[in-house]
């Protein structure tokens, strides 16, 4: 059980008058954010302390959401991939619903959504091994992989080089959101992810756990 499911558990018996005054704080905290996580794993990851975290499920369990969310509340500059291009429709529709206007939006390849002066979403796909190489230089400080085992290891990996921020204040992330991989070519993730998915792995990790890892020099991981 999450801090949060604690907290709703406590609201379901609370007296009427001190919920309502409760609700009017909340309401007032999460003003400024237009989009606010589901309680349970969404929230967890939410607010998740971990640099490159992997989001996973099966359909419907607001890994897009998640994707989305965080761009909008805790991000100046972020990139959104699908490996199709015609996978991205939804995602921007989505993006358009909780920015609530097509104010600051162009639709052109590659989709672009200026929320404001300064913050943007960008939105990208690659379909062929390659194509993530347009992606070369254009610094972003949050990376939201959606179906990330639908994209090869080597896509992920590169792209990834590119997270970075010249704001000393702004947090630099990754987000991997997926359902199981459905071919071989996704299953690097039990790899890159094994202390949680991989059941032979020596040292296992719960959920939300986080661990620490580094690249030789060859770029296998070392977790230490």
């Given amino acids: 059980m999450s801090q949060l499911d604690e907290i709703i558990a406590k609201l379901g018996v609370m ?113 062929r091994v390659g194509d993530e190489q347009g992606q070369m230089g254009k610094g972003r400080d949050f990376l939201g992989f959606d179906e990330a085992t639908h994209f090869a290891k080597s896509q992920i990996r590169f792209v990834m080089g590119w997270l970075r921020t010249d704001d000393p204040n702004q947090r630099t992330r990754v987000v991997l959101a997926t359902n199981p991989p459905l071919t071989a070519e996704g299953l690097w993730v039990i790899e890159m992810f094994a202390p949680w998915l991989d059941p032979k792995f020596d040292n296992p990790a719960k959920p939300g756990e986080l661990r620490w890892v580094i690249s030789d020099s060859e770029g296998n991981d070392k977790w230490v």
């Fill in 15 to 127: 007296p009427p008058e001190q919920l309502k005054q409760v609700t009017k704080e909340v309401d007032e905290a999460t003003r400024q954010f237009k989009w606010v996580p589901n309680p349970g794993p969404q929230t967890d990851a939410y607010f998740s302390k971990a640099d490159v975290l992997l989001f996973g499920g099966e359909p419907g369990g607001g890994k897009s959401q998640l994707v989305l969310g965080l761009a909008f509340n805790e991000h100046q500059r972020s990139l959104i991939m699908r490996r199709q291009y015609g996978d991205l429709d939804r995602l921007v529709e989505d993006a358009l619903k909780i920015h609530g206007s097509r104010d600051g939006f162009n639709g052109s390849p590659p989709p672009k959504l200026k929320v404001s002066d300064k913050q943007i979403i960008d939105f990208a796909a690659a379909h």
